[in-house]
């Protein structure tokens, strides 16, 4: 995953407004450098920085932070362990997952989302490595800055969602009126008049919960339609959410691959690190794979996957923004909107962040801006002939 290297400008803030971080990992080397990224900025502070995952259950009423950036592998009480423990004491805590790229962290930091971490994050093979540690700064305090900001404004709400694996889902701030009322009125557009033939759908943060809520519900749709999706998230990742997908679909699902074609009832999902777009080949649309520089900041990036297909499906094009950070997806959804197709957006209740959707929303190119459970009803019907 690549997101921009330049500074985000910040409101000054007082202490009482600042959010309190406790960072937990078992690398003196990589506690003192990320509290001093945390104290650098302007709106955040360290509250504490501990070994183990058993110092921070033990302490945490007395430490009481907003966001806990929380290793996987430590001595005593690892992460895994530790998350239950944490959120058992202090419900509406952030936790931020940190943990090398390797397939088990990988999974372990999937599992860690459906037990109720907010995010991760995959940290550097070697601080040593400035470009590496330099995108991970940068993540990592973005990561804490809207979380954080958002638990300072509003308890967590739980409901149950399909899970990443065993455990209950506490990700998605769905409150149980939210889930049965309209959502508030906002500028609309209509429904494309053609048909559509493919679902697109861009997600960030939040957004493999999100993704195994709908893929769930929209059996009928993958039975009859392609798939493709590109969620931020860096490679091996991206391999073990396809694996999720599938199980959760009951549908195939996989990493999309360079010049392979394009099939109903098959999820195509963008590999971590590359951008997928869509092609022309003959009379069949097939996977592009791109290796080029970020796009929003993002790799895989939305814009390009939602972009490319106005060449080959033009306007019968249905597209979903998920829950995320940043605004990707929007530009390619005034160009899926001005080519005849659609756009649904995920409302800010259910959104852990909303900042994709809501740019969406902001620019006007919604058909419909709806709770995260009402989107996989109004796709089956407007994939059945409904674009009311």
């Given at each position: 995953?690549?997101?921009a290297l330049?500074s985000t ?12 971080v406790?960072?937990?990992d ?5 506690r003192?450098m ?5 104290g650098?900025?302007p709106d955040?502070?360290v509250?504490?920085s501990?070994?183990t ?5 033990n302490q945490?009423e ?9 290793d ?10 530790a ?6 004491k ?7 997952m940190?943990?090398t ?13 459906s ?6 994050i ?8 400035a ?12 990561k804490?800055?809207h ?5 300072r404004r ?8 399909p899970p ?6 506490r990700s998605r ?9 309209a ?16 679902l ?7 957004g ?12 009928p ?12 998230m860096?490679?091996?990742?991206t391999?073990?959410?396809?694996e999720h ?5 009951k ?8 010049g392979e ?8 999902l963008?590999?971590g ?26 790799k895989?990036?939305?814009?390009p996957?939602f972009?490319?297909?106005i060449?080959?499906?033009?306007g019968?094009i ?6 995320g950070?940043?605004s990707?997806?929007?530009r390619g959804g005034?160009d899926?909107?001005?080519a005849g ?9 259910t959104?852990v ?15 419909a801006v709806?709770?995260?459970n009402?989107i ?9 002939g409904?674009?009311?």
């Amino acid at each position: 995953m690549s997101v921009a290297l330049t500074s985000t400008a910040v409101p000054t803030s007082t202490r009482s407004d600042k959010v309190r971080v406790m960072v937990v990992d078992d690398s003196v080397v990589i506690r003192g450098m990320i509290s001093r990224w945390i104290g650098a900025e302007p709106d955040m502070e360290v509250v504490a920085s501990l070994r183990t995952g058993l110092d921070a259950v033990n302490q945490l009423e007395r430490i009481n932070p907003d966001v806990a950036v929380l290793d996987i592998e430590m001595p005593d009480l690892d992460g895994i362990s530790a998350l239950p423990q944490l959120l058992a004491k202090k419900r509406d805590l952030v936790v931020i997952m940190a943990s090398t790229l390797t397939r088990r962290n990988a999974e372990i930091s999937l599992k860690a989302l459906s037990l109720g971490a907010s995010d991760y994050i995959p940290k550097p093979e070697s601080t040593r490595e400035a470009t590496a540690a330099e995108t991970f700064r940068h993540d990592l305090i973005q990561k804490i800055r809207h979380l954080g900001a958002r638990a300072r404004r509003s308890p967590v709400h739980t409901t149950a969602s399909p899970p990443l694996a065993p455990g209950h889902d506490r990700s998605r701030p769905l409150t149980p009126a939210a889930a049965h009322t309209a959502p508030a009125q906002a500028t609309r557009r209509s429904f494309g008049l053609l048909p559509p033939k493919v679902l697109l759908i861009g997600s960030s943060t939040g957004g493999p919960q999100a993704l195994m809520t709908l893929v769930a519900e929209i059996g009928p749709v993958i039975d009859r339609f392609p798939v493709l999706i590109t969620q931020h998230m860096p490679p091996t990742f991206t391999t073990i959410l396809a694996e999720h997908l599938a199980r959760t679909s009951k549908r195939p699902a996989h990493e999309g691959i360079d010049g392979e074609s394009i099939k109903p009832g098959q999820i195509y999902l963008a590999p971590g690190g590359r951008h997928m777009r869509v092609v022309r080949h003959g009379v069949d649309a097939t996977i592009a794979l791109d290796d080029g520089p970020p796009v929003n900041f993002c790799k895989p990036a939305v814009d390009p996957m939602f972009t490319s297909a106005i060449d080959v499906w033009q306007g019968s094009i249905m597209s979903v923004i998920l829950t995320g950070m940043g605004s990707d997806g929007m530009r390619g959804g005034k160009d899926i909107v001005a080519a005849g197709g659609s756009v649904i957006a995920q409302d800010e209740t259910t959104s852990v962040v909303w900042g994709m959707p809501g740019a969406a929303v902001n620019a006007g190119i919604c058909a419909a801006v709806l709770p995260l459970n009402q989107i996989a009803p109004k796709l089956v019907r407007v994939f059945a002939g409904d674009r009311s």
